[in-house]
């Protein structure tokens, strides 16, 4: 288990923007493919956004493409996930995660190996 601290979760009104940052406390951060996925209140959580490790993939959920972006910082053990233009139903607890892929070959659905416990995202109208 990769340990993932999310941060930049918060309270902010629709059309605002927000960017969550995940840090992994690990020297080989660059070996892993890292995600962003979301649980809203009653519902399962699904995919928001990946990256591969050389930045070379890079996947978007259909819902947030154009108006989310996700980066990594492999020097600075960090993954991003700039959030323009939310809505209300971005409204969700926002969850890093990683999945070890040396060949750089990820993508989306495959599962990830380890998760952030998340932070709240809440949109307001």
């Known amino acids: 288990q990769l340990p993932l601290v999310e941060s930049g979760g918060g309270l902010v009104q629709a059309g605002d923007s927000l960017r969550l940052s995940c840090a992994a406390s690990?020297?080989?951060?660059?070996?892993?493919?890292m995600g962003w996925f979301r649980q809203a209140p009653g519902k399962e959580r699904e995919f928001v956004a990946a990256?591969?490790?050389?930045?070379?993939?890079?996947y978007y959920a259909e819902y947030v493409k154009g108006r989310f972006t996700i980066s990594r910082d492999n020097a600075k053990n960090t993954v991003y996930l700039q959030m323009n233009s939310l809505k209300p139903e971005d409204t969700a607890v926002y969850y890093c995660?990683?999945?070890?892929?040396?060949?750089?070959?990820?993508?989306?659905?495959?599962?990830?190996?380890?998760w952030g416990k998340g932070t709240l995202v809440t949109v307001s109208s």
């Open positions: 690990i020297r080989t951060f660059n070996s892993y493919a």
């Open positions: 990256i591969s490790w050389s930045r070379g993939s890079i």
């Open positions: 995660a990683a999945r070890l892929d040396f060949s750089g070959t990820y993508s989306p659905p495959a599962p990830m190996d380890s």
